[in-house]
């Protein structure tokens, strides 16, 4: 398939909003702060940027390199890597398995921001700040279609994010990124003025070392970091399929990880300290949203407007990373069988998201689904990509792509092996304990 203008981001600060999306979603504002609660505060904090770093430096942007040396997302990038390392009818059936997880991710993640459209809609009515938010929540997430019409806004508005390809998703995060930040933010400076929140700041950034002698510490942060940054074997391949090749990929990559990271720290900021200023578990997981704060937005001043303000961004972060996610499967079913309409495409893809995840929006049904994706499709998906580039691809066609457009510095052998040796064994670790401890990441 030619490249035409809808497929290239327009500048720089473009792309990085629109990879930050992607990243930065439910994995952040609830995945985040509840796995920093759950596995020690500041010891898991410690962990996970140990992880962040790895994973960006030459994960994340060697799915970056590989998209733009195949001009195309999933499946083509697949196609040629392996065709490089002389495997190339192979290579024609790897990438199907982290593209379905694209597709399988979007159909839970629509459920969930549907769940938080309605908490949006209660906020803006007031209703959230009368109700018994237990009884609130396991009313709507344990009744069938209570979200279906939410669900189906969710859906048709990212569809039509997504009609103009990668100048609508440039423009749309370039709207809804800057809104994310400014409305955590604000959140954040109104928690700090809770009485009791400075044990909150003590747990998140004191770390108790005896949690780093726990192995699973380091399993929850590994995974906690792959979920984070996409690093999927997927969605992230088809936004460096849109960059120019005077991009530094590396730089971009470091760029997103701060962004992304900035992002989990303020929602950790805002449900850490509140959460241990109202006394309630901070590890309390999907709870989090829906019951653990409602009971603090009623509690304060201005609680319904800063209930608004929650909600509101919580749903910008969900829909840029469902663009992803819907951008990933459409770009390689385009690229796979040339003749078809990207609109037709997507109208496709988001009627299939639609038929599956409105039959699945009782928390029973959603919940299985997304730990099949999170244990099975996440880890195995994460783990083929990056065996993909760097032991089936040939080094001197994956160096060459990373150095294109790098202007302080070349990328080679250090960079290379610190993928090989390192980043491809903590793909395969995380994989097999997950599958082995039937682990949700």
Not at 192 to 199: I, R
Not at 423 to 436: E, H, Q, R, S
Request: a positive charge; hydrophobic letters at 50%.
């Amino acid at each position: 398939m030619k490249s035409d203008h809808t497929k290239k981001f327009h500048s720089r600060w473009g792309f990085i909003l629109a990879t930050v999306g992607s990243a930065v979603g439910m994995a952040n504002v609830w995945g985040f702060p509840y796995k920093v609660g759950a596995n020690g505060g500041g010891a898991f904090l410690l962990a996970y940027l140990i992880f962040v770093v790895i994973f960006s430096y030459v994960g994340l942007s060697a799915e970056y390199a590989v998209g733009r040396r195949a001009k195309t997302g999933t499946l083509g990038a697949y196609e040629k890597a392996w065709e490089s390392g002389n495997h190339k009818t192979l290579g024609k059936y790897v990438g199907w398995l982290p593209l379905a997880g694209s597709m399988c991710i979007a159909i839970g993640y629509a459920v969930i921001i549907a769940y938080v459209l309605k908490a949006l809609i209660d906020s803006l009515t007031g209703s959230i700040m009368k109700i018994d938010s237990g009884k609130w929540f396991e009313g709507f997430s344990s009744t069938s279609y209570s979200v279906a019409p939410f669900h189906i806004i969710i859906v048709i508005g990212t569809l039509l994010t997504l009609m103009l390809g990668a100048k609508s998703i440039e423009k749309t995060n370039k709207i809804i990124m800057p809104m994310f930040f400014i409305l955590f933010l604000v959140l954040a400076v109104r928690v700090a003025f809770l009485p009791g929140v400075l044990e909150g700041y003590k747990f998140m950034f004191t770390p108790d070392w005896q949690y780093l002698k726990d192995p699973m510490t380091w399993v929850w942060a590994m995974g906690q970091a792959f979920f984070s940054l996409s690093v999927t074997g997927s969605g992230m391949i088809v936004y460096g399929a849109y960059l120019g090749d005077d991009e530094d990929i590396v730089s971009a990559a470091k760029q997103t990880a701060l962004f992304d990271t900035i992002a989990g720290m303020l929602a950790a900021l805002v449900i850490i300290p509140a959460s241990f200023a109202y006394g309630l578990d901070v590890g309390a997981g999907p709870g989090l949203l829906f019951v653990t704060l409602p009971t603090i937005l009623q509690d304060i001043p201005f609680g319904q407007l800063f209930a608004i303000i929650l909600y509101t961004a919580m749903i910008f972060a969900g829909v840029s990373s469902l663009q992803n996610m819907f951008e990933a499967v459409g770009e390689s079913l385009l690229h796979k069988f040339g003749k078809l309409n990207r609109k037709i495409v997507l109208v496709i893809l988001c009627v299939l998201c639609l038929g599956i995840g409105i039959n699945m929006e009782k928390i029973s049904s959603w919940g299985p689904w997304m730990d099949i994706v999170s244990i099975y499709i996440i880890p195995i998906g994460a783990t083929l990509g990056a065996f993909s580039w760097f032991w089936i691809m040939k080094k001197k066609d994956l160096l060459e792509e990373i150095n294109k457009g790098s202007k302080k510095k070349k990328y080679g052998s250090f960079w290379y092996n610190l993928g090989k040796y390192i980043y491809v064994p903590l793909a395969l670790l995380l994989c097999i304990i997950a599958l082995a401890k039937h682990i949700s990441f």
